[in-house]
């Protein structure tokens, strides 16, 4: 605005003082010079602009995309030690047997989807049938622990999300393979913490005996 100020003026200048060629091409050469001058400014005024205004752009977008995906990575398991507590239910549908206990894992989470640890699993056997009536109840309950290998599997990254598990143990006072496939659905409630509930099939597998016969319905929590 200053340069273009000064150029009217030193043309006005020119028109109405009698001056002779050389004056005038002098003039009109120092005129040419600052309208020249005022480009340059005006392009080097913009060129500062542009790359603030393209920061600002990259930031909103960054705190954009960051502002979707937090609430996600934060409820979803993360790499690194892994732990697991539930409550487990076995009916049995062939025999009137009912078996609940406790179970818990602990291992390593090798990425947001794949889970590989060890656990203890402590289950106290209940005999419901009426030709043990007559029996103590000390008699119709066993308790017992026995160790096993847990694999999990969370297909998704979400906050919900299905769950697929597999136990492996040994239950040593009955010399019995004990393995349970189970499926169900994880709710992340926040960083490394959600809460599983799952329903399975168990095999047993001993030396007599081999085969399916109990469902399995679980309800735990990771961390």
Not at 152 to 179: A, C, E, H, M, W
């Amino acid at each position: 605005m200053l340069v273009n100020l000064i150029f009217f003026i030193t043309l006005q200048q020119i028109f109405r003082t009698k001056t002779n060629k050389k004056t005038m091409k002098q003039a009109l050469l120092l005129s040419l010079l600052l309208a020249f001058s005022a480009t340059i400014v005006a392009q080097q005024d913009n060129q500062n602009e542009m790359p603030q205004s393209i920061e600002n752009q990259t930031q909103q977008d960054y705190q954009n995309v960051s502002s979707e995906q937090t609430p996600t990575i934060r409820k979803t398991p993360q790499k690194g030690y892994k732990g697991n507590v539930e409550l487990f239910a076995d009916m049995d549908v062939m025999q009137p047997m009912f078996f609940c206990g406790l179970s818990t894992s602990h291992g390593y989470q090798f990425s947001p989807k794949t889970f590989l640890g060890i656990g203890l699993a402590f289950m106290p056997v209940i005999v419901d049938s009426p030709r043990y009536s007559s029996w103590s109840a000390d008699i119709m309950t066993f308790p017992f622990l026995y160790p096993f290998a847990n694999f999990r599997l969370t297909p998704v990254s979400k906050q919900i999300t299905p769950v697929v598990d597999l136990k492996v143990g040994y239950i040593i006072p009955f010399n019995t393979l004990k393995i349970n496939p189970s499926v169900g659905v994880r709710l992340g409630l926040c960083r490394n913490f959600g809460i599983n509930l799952g329903v399975g099939v168990p095999l047993y597998v001993n030396s007599s005996f081999s085969g399916f016969g109990a469902v399995n319905i679980n309800l735990g929590i990771d961390f």
